[in-house]
């Protein structure tokens, strides 16, 4: 709307200087004209009176006739005449004629002041000016306000589409329009957004059950390979057999919750939230982690860091932005981590810097296949964060991996 009003702007205006234009060199021809018509009716009728022997009284300086010696080619001319009516000079337009008339040769002179063709001019122009601009005014407001209410339904549904969520339950509130485009449009809107709701409860659907019965013979099978395993009459080379499929399906069950966790984010159904110290959940889960793990967790913090957030989904960040240095950290070294101003940072030894650092958040990279993982750690990871606007980054510093999670305010999160 903002571009037709500004393009309907620069056109009228321009508009408005060339008819302005075009209009002044017309009048003033139009004016030209009519004074050069007045100069010679003048003269044809002092030539009339001279043929039928009168003998017209000059008028200085409107008219002069004077009997002259021989006869020139008339001309026109633009001349400064001292007007005694006036008391000054003023600007006349002069036809000068010799004709012979009755034995005698004249010369008329026949003048018209050109300041009132001027005033004439201008005072038409002026008011052209003005007719115009007041138009101008009036069509441009009452075309803003046509447009104002033509419009109003699209930007209307508009913030509708914005505000439109897959959870919500409700259909899209559109405003109908008498602009047959803009009714078709929120024809094919409803539409779209039906299907896509549809859609989307169908995938979470088959997603959740896929998660759910995926569940229930995985659990079984480990039973199952647990009982085996118990038999005294496996032998040594069955016993790493299966210990090997146990630890498959450990992955495979893994696997399918993490999956089912990030098709959850994805779809935003984690809409509970209080506050969270982060820095007491951190000291829980490192407690956790030193009973069951050879490798040292150093825990320092300056400040609590408390963020808002759905409890879960804490501890699974905290968890597997930690699990995830375990799990790299080279020699078995200690990992440092640290709470400073609303930042957590987790950093663990590595020989050499990661190779594709851009792809660290994407689903199932692995940096090596020397490290039996996922994938999916840091993708939920990052996933959380990008949930709760949170920024989380990876340097490499002094031989170390630090991967820091800022949980102050950076941008809006998503609801």
Same mark, same amino acid.
């Given at each position: ?7 309907? +702007?620069?056109?009228?205006?321009? +508009? ?23 100069? &010679? ?27 002259? %010696?021989? #006869? ?5 001319? !633009?001349?400064?005449?001292? !007007? ?51 138009? $101008?005014? $009036? ?14 339904? &699209? $930007?209307?549904?508009?913030?509708q589409m914005k505000k439109f969520s897959l959870l919500s339950k409700e259909p899209i509130q559109l405003l109908d329009s008498e602009i047959l485009e803009f009714s078709e449009l929120n024809k094919e809107i409803a539409l779209l957004t039906g299907k896509v709701r549809d859609d ?41 057999? #299966? ?18 966790? #990030? ?6 159904? &984690? ?31 300056? %400040? !609590? ?42 950093? %663990? ?42 920024n989380i980054s990876y340097t490499y510093i002094n031989d170390h991996h630090c991967f820091s999670i800022d949980f102050g305010p950076t941008k809006p999160a998503r609801e």
């Amino acid at each position: 709307m903002r571009k037709a009003s500004k393009s309907f +702007l620069w056109a009228s205006m321009l +508009l408005m200087v060339l008819s302005t234009i075009a209009l002044f060199f017309y009048v003033r021809w139009l004016l030209e004209q009519e004074v050069e018509e007045e100069l &010679f009716s003048a003269e044809a009728r002092i030539e009339s009176a001279l043929m039928a022997g009168q003998h017209p009284s000059s008028l200085a300086p409107i008219i002069e006739i004077k009997e002259v %010696n021989e #006869l020139k080619t008339p001309f026109t001319k !633009d001349t400064v005449i001292y !007007d005694p009516s006036q008391d000054e000079m003023e600007l006349f337009r002069e036809l000068s004629t010799y004709k012979r008339i009755n034995n005698k040769s004249y010369k008329i002179s026949v003048r018209v002041l050109v300041v009132e063709t001027n005033q004439i001019l201008w005072a038409i122009i002026l008011s052209y000016i003005v007719i115009i601009f007041l138009v $101008f005014v $009036f069509q441009f407001y009452l075309n803003k306000s046509s447009n104002k209410k033509i419009w109003n339904p &699209f $930007f209307h549904n508009l913030e509708q589409m914005k505000k439109f969520s897959l959870l919500s339950k409700e259909p899209i509130q559109l405003l109908d329009s008498e602009i047959l485009e803009f009714s078709e449009l929120n024809k094919e809107i409803a539409l779209l957004t039906g299907k896509v709701r549809d859609d989307y409860e169908n995938l979470k659907q088959y997603t959740e059950d896929v998660s759910h019965e995926l569940q229930t013979p995985l659990a079984i099978i480990q039973a199952k390979i647990e009982n085996i395993i118990n038999d005294q009459t496996v032998t040594e080379v069955q016993f790493n057999q #299966l210990a090997s499929i146990q630890k498959d399906i450990q992955r495979l069950t893994q696997l399918n919750k993490r999956l089912a966790l #990030l098709t959850k984010l994805e779809n935003l159904q &984690f809409t509970h939230r209080e506050n969270i110290d982060i820095t007491d959940l951190v000291a829980q889960i490192i407690a956790n982690f030193n009973e069951i793990s050879t490798i040292s967790l150093t825990f320092g913090k300056t %400040n !609590d860091i408390i963020a808002t957030m759905d409890p879960y989904l804490a501890e699974i960040l905290c968890n597997n932005i930690i699990s995830n240095a375990i799990k790299h950290s080279a020699h078995k070294k200690p990992i440092n981590i640290e709470a400073k101003d609303m930042v957590l940072s987790v950093s %663990n030894f590595g020989l050499k810097p990661i190779t594709n650092p851009q792809h660290l958040f994407t689903r199932f990279y692995r940096e090596t296949k020397e490290i039996k993982s996922t994938g999916l750690g840091l993708a939920i990871v990052k996933k959380i964060c990008d949930l709760y606007g949170y920024n989380i980054s990876y340097t490499y510093i002094n031989d170390h991996h630090c991967f820091s999670i800022d949980f102050g305010p950076t941008k809006p999160a998503r609801e």
